[in-house]
């Protein structure tokens, strides 16, 4: 297992070192070390989930200060469950982080060759995160079944390539989310991957009609398919609805829960900071 817990501050971080030696800081939170109340107990980082928003800034105060980076240099996106991608930059910091308001509209995927930390949230559904070595930038994408079954992997892919970067030398992570072991779906879901991908080793038939879907396999697919390498790809197999002392849950808990953040944030120097702030 590649991945690790690390405590910063009050807080626990999964992290992949591997990435962080690429001067990548790629994390994923747990619910504790906030200060929501019950039921969004405690490290809740959603606006859209009817907390206090209060403490959700708080909690995003806490989180901003072990990554080391300001509010003025954060992006956050509206999740819509689609399968839109975006590149952003320097100029889009600051946006979606105080307010719901002011995030990129409808985008479930964010890239940037900036440094500017990418911010999404969840509960169950997987998040992706990408790091381009050849074009030097990293992204962010969230794939609930939707996503996944529209393959929004290959949607970030193709803005690699568009950008003139190339799948083989990308690198992959694919964080926690509800597992197979606990995600029963119906008939409706199983079509539509069985109409989206020529072999479907990811969903298990059950003796009731229902499936057991494997988000993480689905996703390597996807990826794979478009030439991202086997070993490029790191999967972290920690399920989101089995672990209620780390992890909110949208199918454990239902709709009043809170979200974890994955985060991801290509480091600058401190001499590329200061000269950046020089410039503007
Ligand atoms: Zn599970």
């Known amino acids: 297992m590649s991945w690790k817990w690390q405590k910063r501050g009050s807080l626990n971080v999964l992290t992949l070192p591997k990435w962080e030696a690429e001067g990548i800081d790629l994390g994923f939170s747990t619910r504790v070390g906030g200060v929501s109340q019950v039921p969004y107990d405690s490290l809740n980082l959603g606006l859209h989930v009817g907390d206090d928003a209060t403490a959700v800034l708080e909690n995003r105060q806490r989180w901003l200060d072990q990554a080391e980076v300001p509010w003025s240099r954060v992006v956050v996106g509206e999740q819509v469950h689609g399968t839109k991608v975006l590149w952003v930059g320097e100029e889009d910091g600051g946006r979606g982080i105080r307010a719901l308001e002011t995030a990129i509209p409808a985008v479930d995927g964010l890239l940037t060759r900036s440094t500017v930390g990418l911010m999404a949230f969840f509960a169950d559904c997987v998040p992706l995160f990408f790091y381009f070595p050849d074009i030097k930038a990293v992204g962010i994408a969230h794939a609930g079944w939707k996503g996944t079954a529209h393959k929004i992997g290959q949607g970030v892919l193709e803005c690699l390539e568009q950008a003139g970067g190339r799948p083989e030398n990308a690198w992959v992570a694919i964080g926690p989310s509800i597992g197979p072991c606990c995600y029963l779906v119906d008939e409706n879901v199983a079509a539509q991957f069985r109409a989206n991908f020529s072999q479907t080793p990811f969903l298990a038939k ?39 002392e780390w992890f909110f849950s949208h199918r454990r808990d239902g709709v009043r829960t809170g979200r974890m953040t994955a985060w991801i944030n290509r480091r600058s120097t401190r001499l590329d900071a200061r000269g950046m702030s020089g410039t503007r």
């Open 206 to 244: 059950q003796e009731d009609g229902h499936y057991l879907l494997n988000l993480w396999e689905a996703n390597r697919m996807t990826l794979l398919e478009k030439g991202v390498r086997q070993e490029n790809i790191d999967v972290v197999e920690a399920c989101t609805a089995h672990n209620p």
